[in-house]
C-alpha cells in the first residue's frame, strides 16, 4: 500500500498546532506500518529529522503555499501533478485541505472551524478563502477527521456534512510533559517570573484566544489577591491588536505580567510544569491542547465553558465564561485561595490527561483512513 501525506506545515523549528499533530501522527504511521510506503509531500526543502523511518519517502514540490493564491496553485496544480506520477492509494491532509480535481480517495484533518465563527480575525484574502473552499474541501473529502465532538457537530451544523462520514481523533499530547520536582519548579520559577507562582497563557496572541479578558481578570485578580502572582505570556505577538495594547497600557498591575515570545519545547515544558496554573481561557477552540499537557504536568487549569474545552477537560478544570473578566478572575481567586482544590484539580487533570496519547489518535486516524479506503 502507498499513502501519500500532505506534510507542508511541518517546519523545522516551527511547528505549531497542526504542525505537531502532523509530526506525531506521521512519526507513529511510519512506525507502527512497515510494510506502508507513504511520501511526504513538502512545499520547501524539508528536515531529515521529519523522515522518521525507511519505508517514508519525501518530495518537495512548489510553490511554497503560504498565501490563498499560493494554496490554489500547490493543491490544485502541484499536488495532482506529483499525485499522477506517485499513484498512491489515498491522500491524507492533517491540515484540512483537499485537492478538488483529483479522484483518489483523501481524508482532511478538519480541525475547527474558527475562520467561519470568526472570520473578522483573519485578514480579507484568507477568510475569503477559506470559507469559499472548505465546504468544497468537506464535501471532497472521502472521510473527515476531527479533534472534538464539538467540532464534528459544529461541521455537520455548518458545513451540512454527515455526522457518519466524520470520525472523531482527538489530539495527543507530548510526552516531554511531566510534573516537574520542587527544585525544578523554583529554578523555573527564578528565572521566568522572579521566583513567584504564576498563571500561565501558552498559545498565538490572537484575538480568539480572549488575551485581552485575561489581562483584565488578572488585573482584578491583583486587586484583591496583591502582587502575590505574575501572569506569563508564551507566544508570538503575531496578532497584536489594539485591544490588546489598550488592555495591556491600562492595567494598574502590568509590570506583573510577563511576554516571553515563542519557546523551544524545552523551555516549554518546563514553563508549564513550573506554572501555579494553566489559564486558558479562549472564545473559541477546536481542542486546545494547552490544556491537557497542563493537565499532563499536574498543573491545575482554568478554561472556558465554550465550545470544546468543557469536553477536552472533562471535569477536571474549573470553567469560566470567556466574555467575563470578572467570572474568569472569581474562578483564578477561588484557585489561588483553596490548597484542597489546587491539590484535587492536580490529580484529576493527571488522570484526564491520561486519556490522551498520540498513539491513540494515531489509531483512529488510521481507521479513518481505512474507512475511506
Given at each position: 500500500?502507498?499513502?501519500?501525506?500532505?506534510?507542508?506545515?511541518m517546519i523545522s523549528g516551527k511547528l505549531d498546532g497542526i504542525g505537531w499533530f502532523t509530526y506525531h501522527t506521521t512519526r507513529h504511521l511510519s512506525t507502527?506500518?512497515?510494510?506502508?510506503?507513504?511520501?511526504?509531500?513538502?512545499?520547501?526543502?524539508?528536515?531529515?529529522?521529519?523522515?522518521?523511518?525507511?519505508?517514508?519517502?519525501?518530495?518537495?514540490?512548489?510553490?511554497?503555499?503560504?498565501?490563498?493564491?499560493?494554496?490554489?496553485?500547490?493543491?490544485?496544480?502541484?499536488?495532482?501533478?506529483?499525485?499522477?506520477?506517485?499513484?498512491?492509494?489515498?491522500?491524507?491532509?492533517?491540515?484540512?485541505?483537499?485537492?478538488?480535481?483529483?479522484?483518489?480517495?483523501?481524508?482532511?484533518?478538519?480541525?475547527?472551524?474558527?475562520?467561519?465563527?470568526?472570520?473578522?480575525?483573519?485578514?480579507?484574502?484568507?477568510?475569503?478563502?477559506?470559507?469559499?473552499?472548505?465546504?468544497?474541501?468537506?464535501?471532497?473529502?472521502?472521510?473527515?477527521?476531527?479533534?472534538?465532538?464539538?467540532?464534528?457537530?459544529?461541521?455537520?451544523?455548518?458545513?451540512?456534512?454527515?455526522?457518519?462520514?466524520?470520525?472523531?481523533?482527538?489530539?495527543?499530547?507530548?510526552?516531554?510533559?511531566?510534573?516537574?520536582?520542587?527544585?525544578?519548579?523554583?529554578?523555573?520559577?527564578?528565572?521566568?517570573?522572579?521566583?513567584?507562582?504564576?498563571?500561565?497563557?501558552?498559545?498565538?496572541?490572537?484575538?480568539?484566544?480572549?488575551?485581552?479578558?485575561?489581562?483584565?481578570?488578572?488585573?482584578?485578580?491583583?486587586?484583591?489577591?496583591?502582587?502575590?502572582?505574575?501572569?506569563?505570556?508564551?507566544?508570538?505577538?503575531?496578532?497584536?491588536?489594539?485591544?490588546?495594547?489598550?488592555?495591556?497600557?491600562?492595567?494598574?498591575?502590568?509590570?506583573?505580567?510577563?511576554?516571553?515570545?515563542?519557546?523551544?519545547?524545552?523551555?516549554?515544558?518546563?514553563?508549564?510544569?513550573?506554572?501555579?496554573?494553566?489559564l486558558y481561557v479562549s472564545v473559541f477552540e477546536g481542542f486546545g491542547v494547552p490544556i491537557i499537557e497542563a493537565m499532563r504536568c499536574g498543573v491545575p487549569?482554568?478554561?472556558?465553558?465554550?465550545?470544546?474545552?468543557?469536553?477536552?477537560?472533562?471535569?477536571?478544570?474549573?470553567?469560566?465564561?470567556?466574555?467575563?473578566?470578572?467570572?474568569?478572575?472569581?474562578?483564578?481567586?477561588?484557585?489561588?485561595?483553596?490548597?484542597?482544590?489546587?491539590?484535587?484539580?492536580?490529580?484529576?487533570?493527571?488522570?484526564?490527561?491520561?486519556?490522551?496519547?498520540?498513539?491513540?489518535?494515531?489509531?483512529?486516524?488510521?481507521?479513518?483512513?481505512?474507512?475511506?479506503?
Amino acid at each position: 500500500m502507498k499513502i501519500a501525506i500532505n506534510t507542508r506545515l511541518m517546519i523545522s523549528g516551527k511547528l505549531d498546532g497542526i504542525g505537531w499533530f502532523t509530526y506525531h501522527t506521521t512519526r507513529h504511521l511510519s512506525t507502527k506500518y512497515p510494510e506502508v510506503e507513504f511520501i511526504f509531500i513538502f512545499d520547501r526543502p524539508w528536515n531529515q529529522e521529519f523522515i522518521h523511518n525507511e519505508n517514508v519517502k519525501a518530495v518537495s514540490i512548489g510553490p511554497p503555499a503560504r498565501h490563498p493564491f499560493l494554496y490554489y496553485l500547490w493543491y490544485e496544480h502541484s499536488i495532482p501533478r506529483l499525485i499522477r506520477q506517485i499513484k498512491p492509494d489515498l491522500l491524507v491532509h492533517p491540515d484540512g485541505f483537499a485537492c478538488l480535481g483529483l479522484d483518489i480517495p483523501q481524508v482532511s484533518v478538519i480541525h475547527d472551524l474558527n475562520f467561519e465563527h470568526f472570520p473578522a480575525d483573519l485578514p480579507f484574502m484568507y477568510r475569503w478563502y477559506y470559507r469559499k473552499y472548505f465546504p468544497k474541501f468537506a464535501s471532497k473529502s472521502k472521510r473527515i477527521a476531527t479533534v472534538s465532538e464539538y467540532s464534528k457537530q459544529d461541521m455537520v451544523n455548518t458545513y451540512g456534512v454527515s455526522g457518519s462520514k466524520i470520525d472523531v481523533v482527538y489530539n495527543g499530547v507530548n510526552e516531554v510533559y511531566q510534573p516537574l520536582d520542587i527544585n525544578s519548579i523554583d529554578e523555573t520559577r527564578k528565572s521566568i517570573s522572579e521566583g513567584k507562582p504564576y498563571f500561565l497563557f501558552v498559545g498565538s496572541l490572537h484575538p480568539r484566544k480572549n488575551i485581552a479578558k485575561m489581562l483584565r481578570a488578572f488585573d482584578l485578580f491583583c486587586d484583591h489577591h496583591g502582587n502575590t502572582h505574575k501572569f506569563v505570556i508564551v507566544g508570538e505577538k503575531k496578532w497584536w491588536t489594539q485591544e490588546i495594547r489598550i488592555t495591556y497600557e491600562q492595567m494598574k498591575h502590568s509590570s506583573e505580567v510577563i511576554f516571553t515570545g515563542r519557546m523551544s519545547i524545552d523551555e516549554l515544558k518546563n514553563a508549564c510544569g513550573a506554572a501555579f496554573c494553566m489559564l486558558y481561557v479562549s472564545v473559541f477552540e477546536g481542542f486546545g491542547v494547552p490544556i491537557i499537557e497542563a493537565m499532563r504536568c499536574g498543573v491545575p487549569v482554568i478554561t472556558s465553558n465554550t465550545t470544546s474545552m468543557p469536553e477536552v477537560s472533562g471535569g477536571a478544570a474549573l470553567l469560566a465564561d470567556p466574555a467575563d473578566a470578572d467570572d474568569i478572575c472569581e474562578k483564578m481567586l477561588e484557585l489561588a485561595g483553596d490548597n484542597d482544590l489546587q491539590e484535587s484539580m492536580k490529580q484529576k487533570g493527571i488522570a484526564r490527561a491520561g486519556e490522551f496519547s498520540w498513539e491513540r489518535t494515531t489509531g483512529l486516524l488510521w481507521d479513518s483512513m481505512m474507512k475511506a479506503l
